[in-house]
């Protein structure tokens, strides 16, 4: 149990573009989902909470408006990065909580910004 | 202001001895704390918890333990398998922290590489 599916798994875009990451939970609901981004040998670094039905929280220093979070039903997050960069290339990793503590992550995005 | 530390970036063990991965906390709000094993390229995978109220928490293997007054835990394995081999990651949660329900704050991570 507590599966947690990330599409696409890797994708390449040009600068400028936007790009849409969707992250789901396949055997359970979740009313809270995070987004993290991990740099190379990095820790994850969190940028949003996710939250069913409302806003997103995001973490200092994460733009709203470039990244763009959709939590539109209790298995559904997605992340939309808005006019991508190639500072924006990353891996992009999605959680899902069925509970209060553990976090059930996904495998994971690899975006590169050409 | 890294709250949750490995202070260890890599560790090299014998298959079938004992690994030790270490992880320090500062915020004594935290009252729940998780390892999770990653590999590249891929996300997280949780393998074990505990709460503020033990001091220990066992599955198979794996054995959590928390020193609450050190503001320390440790994960331990054993006996290593060369499938242990990946980075690991401490990671600490509280009630209400900031505002926001159960957050994961994430340590540095710590390589494991278990030797055949």
């Known amino acids: 149990g507590a599966v947690v599916s990330q599409h696409p798994s890797r994708v390449i875009c040009k600068s400028g573009t936007s790009v849409k990451i969707e992250c789901r939970s396949l055997?359970?609901?979740?009313?809270?989902m995070f987004w993290y981004r991990q740099f190379p040998k990095k820790s994850l670094m969190l940028m949003a909470t996710?939250?069913?039905?409302?806003?997103?929280?995001?973490e200092q220093g994460v733009e709203k408006d470039k990244f763009l979070i959709n939590h539109a039903s209790l298995t559904l997050s997605t992340l939309t990065v808005t006019s991508a960069h190639p500072e924006d290339s990353s891996f992009y990793i999605c959680?899902?909580?069925?509970?209060?503590?553990?976090?059930?992550f996904g495998p994971g995005t690899r975006l590169t910004v050409t | 202001d890294q709250q949750v530390k490995q202070n260890s970036p890599s560790l090299s063990v014998q298959e079938g001895r004992i690994s030790i991965l270490n992880c320090d906390y500062t915020?004594?709000?935290?009252?729940?704390f998780l390892w999770y094993k990653k590999y590249p390229a891929e996300g997280p995978t949780f393998l074990i918890s505990?709460?503020?109220?033990?001091d220990k928490n066992e599955d198979g293997r794996f054995t959590v333990f928390l020193n609450k007054s050190a503001k320390h835990l440790s994960l331990h394995i054993v006996p290593s398998q060369p499938g242990d081999s990946a980075v690991y990651f401490c990671?600490?949660?509280?009630?209400?922290?900031?505002?926001?329900?159960?957050?994961?704050?994430f340590g540095t991570g710590t390589l494991l590489a278990v030797q055949p």
């Open positions: 990671a600490a949660s509280a009630q209400d922290y900031g505002g926001a329900t159960n957050k994961l704050i």
């Open positions: 996710s939250n069913e039905g409302s806003k997103a929280t995001y």
């Open positions: 505990i709460s503020s109220i033990k």
């Open positions: 959680s899902a909580r069925p509970g209060p503590y553990e976090q059930y």
């Open positions: 055997d359970f609901q979740a009313t809270t």
């Open positions: 915020n004594s709000m935290f009252d729940y």
